[in-house]
Each structure stands twice: as structure tokens, then as C-alpha cells.
């Protein structure tokens, strides 16, 4: 299997190299240079473990790897670390050391970028570098945590973090990682790391003294391609309970931000999983509910802070692989469209793309609708969702409304509400929140959402508070480069 880049059909590379660079030469991302068909496999694969499942789905599109080595990476990343489970219509992702999401792809892409490295005979050591607003941080600590060969440095916005995310940074264990406090906003963060990335002579000058910095973002394939895995998985466990006969289409609701969650899906769906429609649910950061809508991705709009702080983003990186497909591979246009993006700050689509998206529904949710469903699901259900799954699930209802479509769904839920407990007890029982807790730190409200809602608190996160804290470092956002250098003991 080749990748191509979105932007220069030319560049071939083999996914060693893909999962290794991150992002192509030309500024595009890797694409697979074609989707593997198993629909004719759904019955045989849907007897699977997660594990045997994302080892027959991950070594289709990664096989210069042997099936040892893929397996050998599954095993780490996933057993005894993680699992998925269907709730109801809730595709619960956040079985996994962090309490989130991204724990699915970020455990599994430092196994495979070590045996890259191995295999391309790559002699410095990496060093990940990465910003942080709260959860991609911790879930690429955990999953970088002691592999060798391998350094990782996380900034995060020393006010702009939960608590109970920020403890989870600064008690983060591993001899090669390492978290910053920045003084400054997540832009500060972010515009911090991007500078370092882009400063070739602190590149080369590391590059010297054997490191190489990378990224572990959601736009490397590494992380994309074990995301497909769960959207196959959730589907089994939908018709091995009854709810559905094997080959009937369901829906999918995913809670968007970088758009690396529902992009998997897609992918799903183009190898033979049985999906009718996509819905793209946002909170009111509703860039791609107006593209969806219009074809037009405007980003020129001022970013609102949320209660589903990892949706909150004005540019999803990862739609630039959706319309590398819905072009009909179209590298040149993709290109332009890019472009236009950073010159102007957004770009209209052809009709052609256009009716090629139709697969998709954009919706957004309010502040207040979030709270609303989160308050709703519990009453109802007795269930309890975070609130980036209450965006999802709330765009959900309005889709129905709107078209009186029936079929069977599955909702992405993201994070454990416990992960999100301010805003839950909030949603929950307002009054009570104002009156009784509001006080109180995030670790003692862990305790209080368990007991209201008899529900247990995940492990990681109820042991958060007696962990010893190993992390003190605070930084001006100026002086990244020079606590980098510090960090790796590569100053002269
Ligand atoms: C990252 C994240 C999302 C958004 O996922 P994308 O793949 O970036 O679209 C949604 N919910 C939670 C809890 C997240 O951490």
C-alpha cells in the first residue's frame, strides 16, 4: 500500500515513511492510495476481540509491516489498556488510561512509529512535541510513555486547563516525558510549537546533536487508520445484540472538531461498512455545519470557548482528506482550496463536490441544548453523557426532527463525564451545583457525580489526587526553544 499527498499526486511514499513525516513534503496529508474492500468479510470479522479485529483492519492499509510486528503494536496499544463498548446507541470510546477518545489512536500510533523508525533505519531519537488544551496531551504522554527511541514534551496553557487535566499532565510517569506550563493562552501554546517546527537552524542544530522533532497531531495516518476499527466493532456489537441484521445501513453521529473522528468513519464506509448517513455534529464553533450546509468553509469568525473545549477549533485539518475524495483525488484543486484558506481565510467548493457530500449532515447545539441533553439522557435513561457526546446527541435529535429518518444509529461518545465534571453536575442539578459544590475542587466533585448517579469513577481519574506530582516546569511562551533544549540536555 502506497500513500499519496492530498496536494501532489506524485509523491508516493510506503507508510513507514508516512507514519514517520507526518505531513508530506508539499504541505498535503497522506492518503491511503486506495481503500481495501471487506464487505465481504463483515460476517467472519464480526466474531473478533477489538484486538484480532484492529489487527485484520490495520494490516490492510499498513502491510510493509509484517503480521508480527502489526500484531506485536495492537497488543501493546490495546490489551488490558482499553475498550470500546456499545450503550444503548452510545459507541463508548473512552474506555482507555485517559478517560477520553483519543486514547484509541494515541496509544497505538508510538508501537507503530517505533517499528517505523526500526524499519527505516532512523538513528536520532524523536521527540514529540506537542500543545495541548487539555486531552490530546495526556493521551500522547500515556501512549509515548517508555517507548524507546522516543522523547515527548507537552505544552499546555497553565490557566486555560481543567483541574483534573491538568493533574493528569503534571502526574504523568515515564522516564523520557516531560510537561510545560506555558504563560500564556493555547494560541500561545500552539503558535509556540508551530514556530519551533518551522525554525529550520533549531531544527538543525537538535538534528546535530541526535534528535529530530515530530508531531503526534491528528493528521498523521498513524493515528487515522486504528480509528476505523471501532466504527466495524460498534457495528457488530449492534447486530450480534439484535438490534440490527448484518448489512442493514445505520447512521453515524460523530461530535467534531479536527474532523480525524468521523473522517474514520468515512473510511469505514468506503471499505464496505454499511453506513447511510454522517452526522457531523458541532457545538457553536459551527464552521462545518455552515460548509456542510453551503459548501463554503468560512473560518473567518471569532473562536468561543465551550464546555466541549476539545470541539472548540475554526479549522479541522482533517476535512482536507474528505475533499481529496469528494474531488475525485483532485490534488491540484485541493491544493488551490488550501491556499485560498490561508490567503483569504476560506473557499467555496464545486457543485460536483458538492453532491458528492451529500452522504453528510451538519447540524450544531448551543451552550444550552448541551445542558439540556446531558440533563435529558440522565433523567430519562438514566445515562449519563459528557458534553461533547450531548453535542452529538442533541444535533442527533434535530436531524431526526428534520428528516424522519429511523434507521439504526450509533453515537460517538468521546469522553467519560467524569472527565468533564464541572460542567456535568451543572447540567445535572444546577441549583444544587450553585448552592452546594460550586466551591469545591474538581476532586471532590468526582465523589459527589459518583454519588449522585451511582456511577463508579474511572480508576485514572480517582487516583489522580494522591498522585505524586512530577512535573513543575512553567515557561514564557518566548522561551520554548530554549526549555526544549534544556529538557533534552542538548545546550552547549
Ligand atoms: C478530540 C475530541 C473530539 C473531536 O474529535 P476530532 O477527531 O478532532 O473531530 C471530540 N470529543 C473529545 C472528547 C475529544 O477529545
Known amino acids: 500500500m502506497l500513500f499519496y499527498s492530498t496536494r501532489g499526486y506524485r509523491e508516493r511514499v510506503f507508510s ?45 492499509f499498513f502491510n510493509e509491516f509484517s503480521d508480527d510486528e502489526i500484531k506485536d503494536c495492537v497488543n501493546s496499544a490495546y490489551t488490558g489498556r482499553f475498550k470500546v463498548q456499545v450503550n444503548n446507541n452510545f459507541l463508548e470510546l473512552y474506555h482507555g488510561p485517559t478517560s477520553a477518545f483519543k486514547d484509541a489512536a494515541l496509544l497505538f500510533l508510538p508501537q507503530i512509529m517505533k517499528k517505523a523508525k526500526e524499519k527505516t533505519n532512523f538513528k536520532n531519537d524523536i521527540c514529540i512535541l506537542t500543545a495541548t488544551s487539555g486531552d490530546t496531551g495526556k493521551a500522547a504522554l500515556e501512549g509515548f510513555k517508555d517507548i524507546k527511541g522516543f522523547k515527548i514534551i507537552v505544552f499546555y496553557p497553565k490557566d486555560g486547563v481543567s483541574e483534573i487535566q491538568e493533574a493528569q499532565m503534571r502526574t504523568q510517569k515515564g522516564e523520557n516525558t516531560y510537561v510545560v506550563a506555558i504563560d500564556g493562552n493555547f494560541d500561545d501554546a500552539q503558535n509556540g510549537v508551530k514556530a519551533i517546527f518551522s525554525d ?26 486504528p480509528q476505523i476499527v471501532y466504527y466495524f466493532y460498534g457495528y457488530f456489537r449492534l447486530v450480534s445484540s439484535g438490534s440490527i441484521a448484518m448489512g442493514e445501513r445505520i447512521n453515524i453521529v460523530v461530535p467534531t472538531g479536527n474532523f480525524g473522528n468521523i473522517l474514520a468513519a468515512y473510511y469505514g464506509k468506503r471499505m464496505g461498512l454499511p453506513i447511510n448517513k454522517f452526522v457531523c455534529a458541532s457545538n457553536e464553533n459551527n464552521v462545518l455545519t455552515d460548509f456542510i450546509n453551503t459548501g463554503i468553509y468560512d473560518k473567518r469568525r471569532e473562536l468561543k470557548l465551550t464546555e466541549s473545549p476539545s470541539m472548540d477549533i475554526l479549522v479541522s485539518s482533517n476535512l482536507e482528506r474528505l475533499l481529496f475524495e469528494l474531488s475525485n ?11 485560498e484558506l490561508n490567503k483569504n481565510g476560506f473557499y467555496k467548493i464545486n457543485e460536483a463536490m458538492k453532491k458528492n457530500m451529500k452522504d453528510f449532515y451538519g447540524g450544531f447545539a448551543t451552550e444550552d441544548e448541551v445542558k439540556k441533553a446531558i440533563k435529558s439522557v440522565y433523567e430519562d435513561k438514566n445515562y449519563l453523557i459528557d458534553t461533547h457526546t450531548a453535542v452529538a446527541y442533541s444535533v442527533y435529535q434535530k436531524y431526526r426532527k428534520a428528516t424522519g429518518d429511523d434507521s439504526k444509529y450509533l453515537i460517538a461518545s468521546t469522553a467519560s463525564p467524569f472527565k468533564f465534571v464541572r460542567s456535568i453536575l451543572k447540567a445535572v442539578d444546577g441549583n444544587k451545583f450553585e448552592n452546594e459544590y460550586k466551591e469545591s475542587n474538581d476532586f ?31 515557561c514564557n511562551k518566548q522561551n520554548m526553544e530554549e526549555i526544549v533544549t534544556l529538557l533534552l540536555k542538548v545546550g552547549d
Do not use: C, W
Not at 507514519?19 to 508530506?24: P, R
Not at 465523589?447 to 463508579?456: A, P, Q, R, S, W
Open 16 to 60: 513507514e515513511e508516512a507514519i514517520i513525516s507526518g505531513l508530506a513534503k508539499d504541505g498535503g496529508l497522506f492518503v491511503p492510495e486506495k481503500f481495501p474492500n471487506i464487505a465481504h468479510r463483515l460476517e467472519e470479522l464480526s466474531f473478533l476481540t477489538y484486538e484480532a479485529l484492529a489487527y485484520e483492519i490495520i494490516k490492510l
Open 200 to 225: 529550520g537552524g533549531f531544527k538543525q542544530y537538535l538534528d546535530d546533536r541526535g534528535v529530530s522533532i515530530s508531531s503526534a497531531n491528528s493528521i498523521n495516518i498513524g493515528r487515522l487508520i
Open 329 to 339: 483525488r483532485d490534488s491540484n484543486l485541493i491544493k488551490e482550496l488550501m491556499d
Open 444 to 474: 471532590k466533585l468526582l465523589e459527589v457525580l459518583g454519588d449522585i448517579t451511582k456511577n463508579k469513577v474511572p480508576k485514572g481519574l480517582a487516583s489522580l489526587e494522591n498522585l505524586e506530582i512530577r512535573h513543575n516546569n512553567l
